[in-house]
C-alpha cells in the first residue's frame, strides 16, 4: 500500500511521541476488548502497551501473541519497579496486581477493561491515587459511582473519561455537534445491536459466545437489555438527557423513520417532551448510534430537508457504526496530550440503571453478575429510583435477598441488601448519603 502523510489527530500523536516518548497504556483485563485494544495498539504511532494486569498471564500472552509481537515480549513483573524495567526493555510486563499496575512510573494512563463494578472502582481510585489517567471501558461502574471517581480525578489533577468508540461516548460526539449548531435535542441512543430477549441466560448461548469468542454471560448482558439500560443512563448522567419512561420505549423505528418516531408528541412522535434518551430495535440503525435534532429556525428545516437528510422537522444524526475497544487508545491519547475527557458524568446524575428479577428469588439468596439467570438492568429517572428505593445495578452483584421477589419485580434496597464488603458499595452507599442531606 502506498505510504501517505498523517494528518490531524494521527499527526499530532506522532509529532508528541517524538517530542517526548510513547504514551503507554497499563491494561487492566485482557479479555475480548482487552485483547482488540492489545492488537489495536500494536498497529499505531505514537502509542504502546506497557503493561496488563490480569489474573493468569495465560491471555495477555495470546493478545500480545496475536498482536504480533516475538516470544519472549511478555514479561512477568509482580513490582513497579519491576514493571519499569520491563517497559524500558521494550517489552509488556504481565503482572496480577491491579495496585503495582497503577504504581508503576513508565505507564502514563490506565484502561479498565475488567467490566466489574468494584474492580472498576478500585482500580479507577488507583490510578487517580498515583497520578494517572483513566479510560473507563467500565460503564458498569461509571454509572455507579462515576461522579465520585470523577471528582476524585478532577482534585488530582488528571484526567477520568469514557471510551471512545463505546457507544455513549460515540452518541455524545453526535450530541456535541447537533448543540454546537444551534439544534435543540430532542432524542439521542443507539441502536440494539442483538435481539432483545429479557429472560436469555447464559446457558444458552454458549454456542454462540464461542464463535463471536465471546463470554457467554457478557453476550447475555447484551441481549437481555442490560448493557442498552447502562449506556443510556451513562449518557443521561453527561448529557442531562433522561428516560422518558421506566425502561425506555424501545421502539422498532429504522434510519429512515427514527426521527418521526423518537420526537415529541407534539412533532408526531412517541415521547412525551424533547431531551430524551432511548433505544430503537428496528434494522438499519444498529451497530450505530444517533441524535435526533430539531433546528430551531425554518430556513434550517428546509435545507436540511433538502439535503435529504430527512423530511424534518426533527432529523436523524446518525453514526452507522462504533468501534468499541478498537476507538479506546484515542481517549488514552487525548488525556494526556490535552488533558480531556471524551465523556464524565455531570455532578448531579439524573438517571439510574435499577435492576429487574428474570425470576422468581427466594430470601437468602444471593445475587450472581450482570447477565447471569438473577436480573437484568432497568433504566429509569433518578427521581424515579429514589422514590422506589431501586438498588443500583452495579451493586446488584454479591446482594443477598431480603425478601421474596417475583420475576419482573424491581429489586430494591428493601427486598435486598448490597454487599458491605464491596468498595464499590460503601462509596455508593456515601453518595447516597449526601443526596438525601442535599435534597433535604
Not at 23 to 32: F, H, P
Not at 253 to 272: E, F, H, P, R, Y
Not at 367 to 389: H, K, P, V
Request: aromatic share 4%; with cysteine; net charge negative.
Amino acid at each position: 500500500m502506498t505510504a501517505i502523510d498523517r494528518i490531524g489527530f494521527a499527526a499530532e500523536l506522532d509529532a508528541y511521541a517524538r517530542a517526548n516518548r510513547p504514551i503507554t497504556i497499563g491494561l487492566a483485563g485482557a479479555g475480548q476488548m482487552g485483547t482488540d485494544i492489545v492488537v489495536q495498539v500494536a498497529l499505531m504511532a505514537g502509542i504502546r502497551v506497557g503493561a496488563i494486569a490480569t489474573r493468569s498471564p495465560a491471555r495477555p500472552l495470546a493478545a500480545i501473541a496475536l498482536a504480533g509481537h516475538e516470544s519472549g515480549h511478555g514479561r512477568a513483573a509482580a513490582t513497579p519497579e519491576a514493571i519499569d524495567r520491563v517497559i524500558d526493555a521494550g517489552g509488556i510486563a504481565l503482572t496480577d496486581d491491579l495496585a503495582a499496575l497503577c504504581a508503576a512510573g513508565r505507564i502514563d494512563v490506565v484502561v479498565d477493561a475488567t467490566g466489574s463494578p468494584d474492580l472498576g472502582t478500585f482500580l479507577a481510585l488507583e490510578a487517580i491515587r498515583n497520578g494517572k489517567h483513566i479510560v473507563m471501558l467500565n460503564v458498569e461502574a461509571d454509572i455507579t459511582v462515576g461522579r465520585h471517581l470523577a471528582a476524585e480525578a478532577k482534585r488530582a489533577g488528571v484526567v477520568y473519561t469514557g471510551s471512545a468508540g463505546d457507544e455513549p461516548a460515540a452518541t455524545l460526539e453526535l450530541i456535541a455537534f447537533a448543540q454546537s449548531l444551534g439544534m435543540d435535542v430532542v432524542a439521542a441512543g443507539k441502536g440494539k445491536n442483538n435481539p432483545l430477549r429479557i429472560d436469555a441466560v447464559p446457558s444458552e448461548y454458549e454456542e454462540e459466545a464461542l464463535a463471536r469468542d465471546m463470554n457467554a454471560r457478557m453476550l447475555v448482558e447484551f441481549i437481555d437489555g442490560s448493557k442498552t439500560m447502562v449506556e443510556m443512563t451513562a449518557i443521561a448522567n453527561c448529557t442531562g438527557l433522561v428516560p422518558d419512561i421506566a425502561g425506555m420505549h424501545g421502539p422498532a423505528a429504522t434510519v429512515d423513520n427514527l426521527a418521526q418516531v423518537l420526537c415529541t408528541t407534539a412533532d408526531g412522535g412517541i415521547l412525551s417532551g424533547p431531551g430524551r434518551v432511548d433505544y430503537t430495535i428496528g434494522k438499519g440503525v444498529a451497530p450505530g448510534v444517533f441524535c435526533i435534532a430539531r433546528p430551531r429556525h425554518d430556513r434550517a428545516i428546509e435545507r436540511m430537508a433538502d439535503l435529504k437528510v430527512g423530511p424534518g422537522p426533527c432529523f436523524a444524526l446518525v453514526r452507522p457504526f462504533h468501534l468499541t475497544s478498537l476507538e479506546t487508545p484515542l481517549s488514552a491519547a487525548r488525556a494526556v496530550m490535552y488533558r480531556r475527557a471524551d465523556m464524565v458524568p455531570l455532578d448531579r446524575p439524573v438517571a439510574e440503571c435499577g435492576a429487574v428479577a428474570k425470576r422468581d428469588l427466594k430470601p437468602g439468596e444471593v445475587l450472581g453478575r450482570i447477565g447471569e439467570s438473577d436480573y437484568r438492568g432497568f433504566a429509569m429517572t433518578w427521581a424515579d429510583g429514589r422514590a422506589s428505593r431501586a438498588l443500583p445495578l452495579g451493586l446488584a452483584e454479591k446482594a443477598r435477598v431480603s425478601q421474596p421477589i417475583k420475576s419482573g419485580e424491581r429489586l430494591t434496597h428493601d427486598n435486598c441488601t448490597a454487599d458491605d464488603s464491596l468498595l464499590v458499595t460503601r462509596i455508593r452507599r456515601e453518595l447516597d448519603a449526601a443526596d438525601a442531606r442535599f435534597l433535604g
